[in-house]
């Protein structure tokens, strides 16, 4: 007999709210049992399973203070999501979770924050953009960094838009490779740290989540605009299984990125081969 709360026993959770974003992303938005909270904080991440599949670590997109669902973005890379995108809302999953480490945004409370996330690493980030901005008074400057492959993988169009109009953030975007349609920056995405002025590191901490070949060239230019490593926070979702630090393919030398991760100050894995 499992206890009550038994790390390997999920909940059920039914779909509500489900669209394609692009063509292998998909938004869902779920619902537990009862209505219950899923109780994460930003950066978490949760096993999200099909009886008789499988299941796969999928980051929580959505604030902690959604109260009553959660959201996620789920890209078709597998057996697994595969199948998750040919469920319809209505359906039922497995939930266990939420597992890892997460942003510390209540210890941020009063500094400049900046957000760069490429590509999926939206995702993660996402849930600490919402709750920074659901408690915009405690911190200072926000700026949000987004790039993109192209104009067909942009996530969240319809909130990239209202961040680009809103007066108490700094939003920059851009796309590796543009068309006649996108008129803003063509670049990849550290070709937008020259676009912020009167940066002040010591009061900033900045949040890197994204492609792992992203993430070097970003904390260079995070060091060139005096960033030290302790106020770096990346989120590392590679390899990762089963959530719980018992299967292993997380592991990078003695770290289990699911127990002690997937969020950490960069001065904590900096020694760490193949960390970043």
Not at 136 to 152: C, E, Q
Not at 214 to 229: G, R
Not at 240 to 263: A, D, F, L, S, T
Request: charged share 20%; aromatic share 10%.
């Amino acid at each position: 007999m499992y206890p009550e709360k038994s790390i390997y026993l999920p909940q059920v959770a039914t779909i509500t709210k489900a669209n394609m974003m692009t063509k292998v992303d998909r938004y869902f938005e779920f619902e537990l049992e009862g209505g219950k909270d899923l109780g994460h904080k930003p950066g978490q991440f949760a096993e999200i399973s099909i009886p008789g599949i499988g299941e796969a670590p999928i980051s929580i997109s959505s604030s902690p203070n959604l109260k009553g669902k959660f959201e996620m973005v789920i890209r078709n890379v597998g057996v697994v999501t595969n199948a998750l995108h040919n469920l319809s809302v209505g359906s039922t999953v497995g939930v266990r979770g939420p597992y890892g480490t997460h942003f510390p945004m209540e210890k941020l409370k009063g500094r400049d924050l900046v957000f760069v996330s490429g590509g999926i690493g939206l995702v993660p980030m996402r849930s600490a953009i919402h709750y920074a901005l659901e408690n915009r008074k405690d911190y200072g400057r926000i700026m949000i960094l987004f790039g993109a492959r192209d104009i067909t993988q942009r996530l969240f169009v319809d909130e990239l838009a209202a961040w680009s109009k809103q007066s108490d953030i700094e939003f920059l975007e851009t796309v590796d490779v543009g068309n006649p349609d996108w008129k803003g920056n063509v670049g990849v995405i550290t070709t937008l740290f020259s676009k912020i002025k009167d940066f002040h590191a010591a009061n900033t901490t900045a949040f890197v989540v994204g492609p792992p070949v992203m993430y070097k060239f970003v904390i260079v230019e995070l060091f060139k605009m005096d960033m030290s490593k302790s106020n770096i926070i990346v989120s590392l979702e590679r390899h990762m299984k089963c959530g719980v630090g018992k299967c292993g393919h997380c592991q990078i030398n003695r770290v289990y990125v699911c127990q002690e991760g997937p969020v950490f100050a960069l001065d904590a894995i900096s020694e760490l081969r193949e960390a970043i």
